[in-house]
């Protein structure tokens, strides 16, 4: 669906989420969870936007690159939900990807 480098969009039980590949077997460990309907990455950070589920709702995700590695749980480096003003603000700070792939 959308890979870059170690992350990639995933579809699973019926959900579509974002994680961190832990091997080459298919194998992932969460870092936001269904439903993902945009994605984006830079050398320095992914960036999601999930639809909040049972509603019209968005919130905004981001992880930076860096930091992570997957002995991390998603509570640990997934910075948010955010909403859009909030993230347009973090975006304009820390330069964040546009979001390059919609579901």
Do not use: C
Not at 8 to 30: C, E, M, P, Q, T
Not at 57 to 77: C, M
């Amino acid at each position: 669906m959308w890979e870059d480098g170690a992350y990639a969009v995933y579809y699973i039980d019926g959900d579509i989420k974002l994680g961190i590949k832990i091997d080459d077997k298919g194998s992932f460990h969460g870092r936001v969870g269904s439903k993902i309907i945009a994605v984006g990455a830079n050398e320095n950070y992914v960036v999601a936007k999930q639809l909040i589920t049972g509603s019209d709702s968005v919130s905004y995700f981001y992880i930076d690159k860096k930091k992570d590695n997957i002995y991390l749980n998603p509570d640990e480096i997934t910075e948010g939900p955010y909403t859009e003003l909030q993230f347009k603000n973090l975006s304009q700070k820390l330069n964040f990807p546009n979001f390059s792939k919609e579901f």
